[in-house]
């Protein structure tokens, strides 16, 4: 089994294909940081990632990959709306 870790340039997971960072590592993100500002620092480091590994990358595309749309995820996951 393919674990789920990023591939760059594509910005996909190895393990699901869906975009990175995708619900299963978002899921274990929140249950070892929580919902506030370690959470924001652990995506802030999977942004600062995905800038070195693909430097040619707009940076509001990445931000809204690797952060906002991790967040807004993790607050769903946090009520319960799994998909």
């Known amino acids: ?5 990023p ?16 619900e ?6 929140v ?7 370690p959470l924001s ?3 802030w480091k999977l942004f600062d990632q995905a800038a070195h590994a693909v430097p040619t990358a707009p940076v509001l595309a990445l931000y809204e990959q690797c ?5 807004a995820l993790a607050e769903k996951l ?3 709306d799994r998909r």
Do not use: F, Y
């Open 1 to 5: 089994m393919t674990s789920h870790e």
């Open 78 to 80: 946090n009520r319960g």
């Open 41 to 43: 620092a652990a995506l």
């Open 67 to 71: 952060i906002r749309q991790p967040l």
């Open 31 to 37: 249950d070892e940081h929580g919902l506030g500002l």
């Open 7 to 22: 591939l760059w340039p594509q910005g996909l997971c190895a393990g699901c294909g869906l975009l990175w960072p995708c």
């Open 24 to 29: 299963p590592v978002v899921a274990q993100l």
